[in-house]
């Protein structure tokens, strides 16, 4: 209540009012009574419902508003919101900066954190709303290979003797952007060489079983593939030396 009261009234004449001796009136007076507002009630989080978990893809474009926040206060005062980052006083959280599983500089670590927003009214009471944000990855980027040559290997090699490793990138985070490397059915006899899934490791699968005299090179196929199945097809010549 922010109005002064105003009470008029028709007050009896009386023997004795405490500070004026001697002035007392018959007539009509008019007594002003101020009542203070009190700002004696919290705000109460009442949208969104409590908990609050938020799924937010990476891709989400910066600045979009992601959820926004409302308080009530019985006394009707002002609230105000704040954020640790993201946010505006108006309850609106914008998207957080660290959701970019791309940008190494601000990586989210780890794919969930808990902003803290307070509701304050005229800055005297604060109510705490926790909000927990999972980051959720998407598949943006297609493995790519990275330059590579021949290799070679000598006629007498035994199993197990590396030849070579071939590398791919993904600029994707996380399952997206883990590659694993497998060799795909050619006129490559099976089982004559292997491939680490992990590393991309090419090495020999058996023993004295190259001829150069035979066949002085083999074409290898290597399919890449990301966790979200982007795959990709490489070509290694693997040439024999006697
Ligand atoms: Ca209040
Ligand atoms: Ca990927
Ligand atoms: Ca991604």
């Known amino acids: 209540m922010t109005q002064p009261l105003v009470f008029l009234?028709?007050?009896r004449p009386c023997l004795h009012l405490d500070g004026l001796d001697g002035l007392i009136s018959s007539t009509a007076t008019q007594v002003v009574i101020h009542v203070l507002a009190v700002n004696?009630?919290?705000?109460?989080?009442?949208?969104?419902?409590?908990?609050?978990?938020l799924n937010i893809?990476?891709?989400?474009?910066?600045?979009?508003?992601v959820?926004?926040?409302?308080?009530?206060d019985l006394d009707g005062d002002l609230i105000?919101?704040?954020?640790?980052?993201?946010?505006?006083?108006?309850?609106a959280l914008i998207r957080p900066v660290n959701l970019d599983a791309e940008d190494k500089s601000v990586r989210l670590s780890p794919l969930s954190l808990v902003l803290l927003v307070e509701a304050k009214d005229n800055l005297v009471h604060t109510t705490l709303l926790d909000i927990t944000v999972n980051f959720q990855y998407v598949n943006e980027f297609a493995p790519e290979f990275e330059a590579t040559t021949t290799a070679g290997v000598f006629e007498n090699a035994?199993?197990?003797?590396?030849?070579?490793?071939?590398?791919?990138?993904?600029?994707?985070s996380g399952p997206d952007g883990t590659l694993s490397y497998s060799l795909l059915t050619s006129d490559v006899p099976t089982n004559m060489f292997k491939i680490n899934p992990d590393t991309g490791l090419i090495a020999l699968a058996c023993s004295n079983c190259l001829d150069f005299n035979e066949k002085n090179f083999y074409t290898l196929v290597i399919k890449v593939e990301d966790g979200n199945y982007s795959i990709l097809i490489i070509r290694k010549t693997i040439c024999i030396y006697n």
């Open 9 to 11: 009234t028709q007050l």
């Open 40 to 53: 004696d009630h919290s705000p109460v989080f009442v949208r969104p419902l409590q908990p609050v978990v």
């Open 57 to 65: 893809s990476e891709s989400v474009e910066p600045g979009t508003v």
């Open 80 to 91: 105000q919101y704040f954020f640790g980052s993201g946010g505006n006083p108006n309850g």
């Open 158 to 172: 035994t199993l197990g003797q590396r030849i070579a490793e071939v590398t791919a990138t993904d600029k994707d």
């Open 67 to 72: 959820v926004t926040v409302k308080a009530e």
